[in-house]
């Protein structure tokens, strides 16, 4: 069956480091890959989409990772800020509507 | 409106009562989604709907569970008989579901919180 494998233990980096957070699957041809943001009591926020025939997408602070030969993406958040601790979840699309979620995994940036 | 929004924000029922969860997606938007989370999981795929097509409920965990979407616009998710293990946050997203557009965002709502005691 289909599984999509996020780091399941939080994630403590220090404010200003690059926090890297990994989404891996097995099972699955994605068409393309997403990585939202959720905040505790919120319903998730996209952040970024990246397609199979992407390796690397940046938006801001952002960059994305994509391999499908290694089925893994990389998130990437450059100069670290408190104000990025959250969840961050993984999702994966194939060419029907239907997405798949990772667990995420949840970003503690200590000041 | 702005966003998506669902009603109510908080739900506590006891077990074996019924219970509707309301989402009201973004104008324009034809494609909405349900989707569970419980504490600590990912967020579980319930049911789709795509303009007037017929809705994809393969995510539905039981026949207790059903959606309706009426006028293309706002959707009821119903739940019957509620049990223990159907307290979870209820989210609703829609998209603006142009199906030549295979990659599109999803807007999620805020989310209901069921408990069921």
């Known amino acids: 069956s289909q599984k999509i494998e996020q780091n399941s233990e939080a994630l403590n980096i220090q404010e200003g480091k690059t926090a890297t957070l990994t989404c891996n699957y097995t099972?699955?041809?994605?068409?393309?890959l997403q990585w939202y943001r959720q905040d505790p009591g919120r319903g998730p926020v996209f952040l970024l989409l990246?397609?199979?025939?992407?390796k690397e997408k940046r938006k801001e602070r952002l960059k994305v990772t994509f391999d499908t030969t290694l089925k893994q993406s990389l998130f990437h958040i450059t100069a670290s800020q408190p104000a990025d601790s959250a969840t961050y979840l993984c999702?994966?699309?194939?060419?029907?509507?239907?997405?798949?979620f990772g667990k995420g995994t949840r970003l503690h940036i200590l000041p | 409106g702005a966003g998506v929004s669902q009603s109510p924000s908080n739900k506590v029922t006891e077990k074996g009562k019924d219970v509707e969860l309301r989402c009201d997606p973004i104008?324009?938007?034809?494609?909405l989604y349900w989707y569970r989370q419980s504490l600590g999981q990912g967020l579980e795929f319930l049911i789709y709907?795509?303009?007037?097509?017929?809705?994809?409920k393969s995510g539905l965990p039981s026949d207790r569970f059903s959606a309706e979407r009426t006028g293309g616009s706002v959707s009821t998710l119903t739940i019957q008989r509620t049990q223990q293990e159907d307290s979870a946050v209820y989210l609703c997203?829609?998209?603006?579901?142009?199906?030549?557009?295979?990659?599109?965002?999803?807007?999620f709502g805020p989310g209901t919180r069921l408990l069921v005691l």
């Open positions: 709907f795509q303009g007037n097509s017929a809705p994809d």
């Open positions: 997203a829609s998209s603006l579901g142009t199906r030549f557009m295979i990659q599109e965002t999803q807007y």
């Open positions: 104008s324009g938007h034809t494609a």
């Open positions: 099972n699955y041809s994605p068409a393309y």
């Open positions: 990246i397609r199979e025939n992407e």
């Open positions: 999702a994966l699309g194939g060419r029907d509507d239907k997405i798949i």
